[in-house]
């Protein structure tokens, strides 16, 4: 059995659909649905059960071990909110949570793949390197990044880090995003509105050594993400943390280009002032270096932007599905 915990979530969906594709199908998918619209996400896949995070981890506790029959565990699940101000929520949900949960699958050996971020790097002054040896050298810029920092530390400092993988997740887009709501890509954000309005809009630069909409992203589509992590499930000995991301940066008229030439319109960009409570937090560039990834052996693929926005827009916006299921070959 496979656990997905977020996996009714963007990336945690995407990867019960690749573990469909590879002929697995007893899977535990532990998530918060409540009034949410994710639960779509979850159409057309196949998995063994449901259960909500509390339940999962009350559980856990009380028994002190995870199911027996479970061979790996993909732990998605997290609060994802750049701008989520509550601390001790995200302490709670993206710190302890991942501890009792690393906890008891590496002491019984079950294979264990944790989401950490890019937010990690903060405005990357200190680089995008994913060796351990630069974790006290980081300094996130929100409390999001913090708690997911907080978490390799420890798992580097207790050891845990030898036994399993810390994904740090770059500029992620693609199907199962859309219930993400301010934290859902530009591409989705943008795609009525340039169909219907023939526009889009970006922040204008705030600096003078980037023009507007110059600002760069590691842009990494969904189905590169979860391929990747496929390989780290298979390959147990591949452990520590690991950049998801192209290794290539890309601007935001890149991106934005790509969504009108998908969607067969003519560019129309507008520029706008960004929101003073972001300015100060704001990256004006991304890259990942995907070495430690490529020396682990991975020797997949990530579509540039325009491959991947095209391959979105056309095989699911377009057709008014923004979900990926096993239809989607």
């Not at 950049?243 to 560019?267: C, Q, S």
Request: charged share 25%; net charge negative; aromatic share 12%.
């Amino acid at each position: 059995m496979h656990i997905v915990t977020g996996g009714a979530g963007f990336i945690g969906s995407a990867m019960v659909w690749k573990l469909n594709q590879v002929g697995i199908d007893d899977i535990w998918i532990v998530d918060h649905l409540q009034k949410d619209t994710k639960w779509k996400n979850l159409r057309g896949l196949k998995f063994s059960e449901i259960i909500s995070p509390d339940d999962f981890l009350a559980s856990l506790l009380e028994h002190g071990h995870l199911p027996e029959d479970t061979e790996a565990i993909v732990h998605m699940g997290a609060c994802s909110s750049t701008t989520e101000q509550d601390a001790d929520y995200l302490l709670n949900n993206n710190y302890r949570f991942s501890q009792s949960i690393t906890e008891a699958a590496l002491e019984q050996n079950i294979r264990l793949l944790v989401a950490s971020s890019a937010a990690t790097y903060g405005d990357g002054k200190h680089g995008y390197d994913d060796d351990a040896e630069n974790l006290y050298r980081l300094r996130p810029l929100n409390m999001y990044g913090y708690s997911k920092l907080l978490f390799d530390q420890w798992a580097a400092r207790s050891g845990a880090l030898k036994s399993l993988a810390s994904l740090r997740f770059f500029n992620v887009y693609g199907p199962n995003e859309y219930h993400k709501g301010d934290m859902a890509s530009m591409v989705y954000k943008s795609f009525n509105r340039v169909m219907n309005e023939g526009k889009l809009g970006l922040f204008r630069s705030h600096r003078p050594d980037y023009k507007d909409g110059e600002q760069q992203r590691d842009f990494v589509y969904v189905k590169d993400i979860v391929d990747a992590m496929w390989w780290l499930l298979m390959n147990p000995e591949a452990n520590g943390i690991f950049n998801l991301g192209t290794g290539v940066e890309e601007t935001w008229n890149d991106l934005a280009e790509a969504v009108f030439a998908a969607a067969g319109k003519p560019v129309n960009i507008e520029y706008y002032d960004m929101p003073d409570s972001i300015r100060n937090q704001y990256q004006y560039h991304t890259k990942a270096d995907i070495g430690r990834l490529r020396r682990a052996g991975y020797e997949g693929t990530f579509r540039p932007v325009a491959e991947g926005v095209r391959d979105y827009i056309v095989k699911h916006l377009m057709k008014d599905d923004a979900y990926i299921n096993n239809e989607d070959q």
